[in-house]
């Protein structure tokens, strides 16, 4: 074995003081990002599975001739519930005889047929009977057919040429029963994940630099004096990558085994219209493989970086020699990405729109450390007291190092103020009205009127029927709603009786899952925030044990030292985070073109969230650190 080989691992084993409280800061924190990295790509895959098993539902690859059978989706209502109810006819019988029948079904249904998901067949009513004709479903959907275990859905076998399925109406022609065309609302959540990943991406890679740059940090001096020995510069960089990929690879496996067990609960999210099936989001193999290889990997890579002062000045960093200056023209990188997304708006392409914001947020990392020094410097000439002047000096002198640690915290602030006035609030159903509403086809409005009327009559339910010009309006009293329903079911066929209340709540799917996609994309950014806070805590304070040390032989008490060292904390956060989300707000008015999105106080209640959380943060990671300086100060 390479002696630098053995050297690393022997390193991993004994890290020497203060070496094991950095080993499990970096650990927890390649765990917390192996973790995320693995419930980003897996939950995407899992879109994906969802909507292969309903892709027949959408596929439109058959011409009339050659169509086994024709599908058609309507909107329907029972209970206050939506349900989707699919209207399939056979085209070709001969051709449905030789094909296996659709997903999740025994077989293709005949006319008068229904299967229903079990969520529907739990709650099969008598209006539900009175509606399809038949007291029991013919049969269950099973999950190979549902994207969800919540799914309402009613697949109802109908002639050839009822209203929907006829080649008047342009249904959807089908050759075969198998179809994967990409479900609308998985598309459209697709797309909304490659945009989150695309606001996290830089808060997860700074939690990986942060992972390692804790170990790093505790091993600049033992790697100096290495090199400082005659160790060459390769050798120093292979121990150092050995050592930190045993770290980074422990991590991820941590971080496999901590998402395999929290799978059951993110199954429960309800996001696409329903929970998810557990199989959906549990990581195959390869993605498992690409967690255990990147994560090291990157791990590494920050590692080596973090020490390239060390291979070309191992003197410097014996003698605590102080860094070089960050440059004022960082600050030019925070126009490109809001210029961009000014220019794109919301007509552009996606991919330049996640350059942009992409961009956006890699500003803001490349800005942060000089917004830090220059802070610094202005704190340590104003100071009035040695907890400010050590405060000031150590942000002034390292801007760098100590930005690192709140970098993610402060990049989350450019997500929620992005967001804030971005995010689509959605649409403000009441479900206050109750009365029906048809547009029937010109000259039937009389007939459509006359024929509710009887329906009504028939059914010996009171309502009021009204007609305008293209209209016919039915009000019906609340707590007769849904036998009207019933009774009304097939007045105009094809079209099911819904109030604009209902026809919202039917619209609105797709705005919950922006609004629920947006909290978990937020959670996410905590989390990394939180983890790269911690680690960055114990970071710092074994980075500063030897300067505290050194003052407190001097004669500066502990409790000075400790508060110096938490305002250099907070310091960060406050002065870079706050700019920070209205720097992310003004991003997001850009790509809004200047509208602000966002409807009643969701964005307000959004900001303020992230700021009364980003302060939590900050004193959990002062109280983390504030025991192993203590501790690592000593002597």
């Keep these: 074995m390479n002696p630098m080989t053995d050297l690393g691992l022997r390193f991993v084993r004994r890290p020497g003081p203060g070496g094991r409280a950095a080993n499990l800061a970096a650990l927890g924190a390649t765990a917390i990002v192996a973790l995320l990295v693995t419930f980003l790509i897996a939950g995407s895959l899992g879109l994906t599975h969802r909507s292969d098993r309903i892709g027949w539902r959408n596929t439109d690859n058959a011409k009339a001739s050659t169509a086994v059978g024709v599908v058609n989706e309507i909107d329907d209502m029972a209970g206050g519930v939506p349900i989707l109810r699919y209207d399939v006819a056979l085209n070709d019988p001969q051709k449905n005889a030789q094909l296996p029948p659709p997903p999740g079904l025994a077989k293709a249904p005949q006319p008068g047929e229904v299967f229903v998901s079990p969520e529907v067949a739990k709650h099969w009513t008598d209006d539900l009977a009175k509606r399809y004709n038949t007291a029991k479903p013919t049969g269950i959907i099973t999950d190979k057919g549902l994207s969800s275990p919540n799914d309402w859905v009613i697949i109802h076998g109908v002639e050839k040429n009822s209203p929907g399925v006829a080649a008047a109406d342009r249904p959807k022609y089908l050759e075969t029963w198998n179809g994967n065309s990409l479900d609308d609302r998985m598309a459209t959540l697709l797309i909304l994940v490659a945009f989150g990943i695309t606001l996290v991406l830089f808060p997860l890679l700074s939690l990986v630099g942060q992972a390692a740059g804790v170990a790093a940090k505790r091993r600049e001096h033992r790697l100096a004096a290495l090199r400082l020995a005659g160790a060459t510069r390769s050798q120093v960089l292979w121990l150092s990558a050995v050592e930190q990929a045993v770290l980074g690879f422990i991590g991820a496996i941590a971080g496999l085994v901590g998402y395999t067990l929290l799978t059951p609960l993110i199954a429960r999210i309800p996001l696409g219209g329903g929970r998810w099936y557990v199989h959906d989001l549990m990581p195959s193999w390869w993605v498992a493989l690409i967690v255990l290889i990147a994560v090291p990997v990157l791990s590494v890579i920050s590692a080596l970086i973090g020490l390239g002062r ?21 600050l030019g990188l925070l126009v490109v990405g809001p210029i961009m997304l000014a220019i794109l708006g919301t007509g552009g392409a996606i991919i330049p729109l996640l350059i942009g914001i992409g961009l956006a947020a890699l500003a803001v990392r490349i800005v942060g450390p000089f917004a830090v020094q220059v802070i610094g410097k202005f704190m340590a000439r104003t100071a009035r007291g040695p907890v400010a002047l050590l405060a000031g000096r150590r942000l002034a002198d390292d801007p760098k190092a100590a930005f690192r640690p709140v970098a993610a915290l402060v990049l989350s602030g450019f997500v929620t103020g992005f967001l804030a006035l971005f995010m689509p609030y959605g649409m403000n159903s009441t479900a206050a009205d109750q009365s029906f509403e048809f547009y029937p086809k010109d000259g039937q409005v009389a007939v459509v009127a006359a024929d509710a009327k009887k329906l009504l009559s028939e059914a010996k339910l009171s309502g009021k029927v009204s007609t305008d010009a293209h209209t016919v309006i039915i009000s019906v009293p609340t707590a007769d709603r849904e036998k009207a329903r019933t009774a009304l079911y097939n007045l105009v066929p094809g079209k099911v009786p819904l109030t604009d209340a209902e026809r919202d709540e039917q619209d609105a799917g797709m705005y919950k899952d ?5 909290a978990l994309l937020l959670g996410l950014v905590f989390v990394t925030g939180a983890a790269s806070t911690a680690a960055g805590a114990v970071g710092t304070a074994l980075d500063q044990a030897g300067p505290a040390k050194a003052l407190r032989r001097s004669g500066v008490p502990l409790k000075v030292i400790e508060r110096s060292a938490r305002l250099a904390a907070v310091v960060p956060v406050v002065g870079v985070g706050l700019p920070v989300v209205g720097f992310g707000a003004l991003t997001g008015l850009a790509l809004s073109g200047g509208q602000v999105l966002t ?14 959380i980003g302060l939590v943060l900050v004193a959990v990671a002062g109280a983390a650190g504030a025991p192993v300086l203590r501790k690592a100060s000593v002597g």
């Design 310 to 330: 060390v291979s070309i000045t191992p003197l410097g960093v014996v003698r605590g020699q102080t860094r070089k200056a960050t440059s004022a023209l960082r």
């Design 514 to 518: 922006l609004r629920l996609g947006v």
């Design 599 to 612: 409807q009643g106080s969701s964005g307000a209640i959004l900001l303020g969230a992230q700021v009364i």
